[in-house]
């Protein structure tokens, strides 16, 4: 089934809604960000209203897990280049405060949401890795994609990838919308 994605800033959120909000998202609202980012608001708007409308939120252990990684490696960037290794700056003093924060805005997103599983154990997961193989896809993608599918849920997301994956997408990225 074919699903043509959802303009964002027209969408009605309704409290009949079950959403699962892509990590980019959730890094938009939470996560760093350059000043005057115009997704940024975009983004917080929608997320507003999704909030207004009482729709459902629901997040699963992958997205977590990006959100955590994606901030600690913004982070190591930014605060510490003259670290060379990632695992090192884990290791640093530098990182205690950074871990702090992340757990901070990480308790923030999982109080608007539901805790649902992945469905790991009952995924075609060499269909999966057949798909990623042919080297068109993400891995984490194709994960959220078939999350999305199994429980019906509508991925709100400003990721273009997400394209021609046959669920219902509810976003402002115009290479999604045209």
């Known amino acids: 089934m074919t699903h043509k ?12 809604d079950e959403l699962l909000l892509d990590t980019n998202i ?12 115009p997704r940024v608001a975009t983004y917080s708007q929608a997320f ?32 510490a280049p003259h670290i060379k290794q990632f695992k090192d ?17 990480v308790k923030r997103v999982l109080n608007h949401c539901s805790r ?5 154990e009952a995924l075609d997961i060499n269909g999966v890795i057949a798909e990623y193989a042919v080297g068109d ?4 993608d194709q994960i959220i994609a078939t999350l999305c599918k199994r429980k019906g849920l509508k991925l709100v997301t400003d ?10 997408v509810v976003t402002a990225n115009k290479r999604l919308l045209a």
């Open 5 to 16: 994605a959802l303009a964002l800033t027209s969408y009605d959120f309704k409290p009949e």
């Open 26 to 37: 959730w890094l938009f609202i939470y996560g760093p960000q350059k000043p005057g980012n």
């Open 48 to 79: 507003a209203k999704i909030l207004a409308a009482q729709s459902r939120i629901y997040i699963d252990v992958l997205i977590v897990s990006e959100f955590i990684n994606t901030i600690a490696r913004l982070r190591w960037k930014l605060i």
């Open 89 to 105: 700056f884990r290791r640093s003093n530098d990182f205690k405060p950074v871990a702090q924060d992340i757990a901070a805005d």
């Open 116 to 120: 649902i599983e992945s469905g790991f």
């Open 137 to 140: 896809s993400d891995f984490n």
């Open 159 to 168: 990721d273009g990838d997400f394209g021609g994956h046959g669920i219902p």
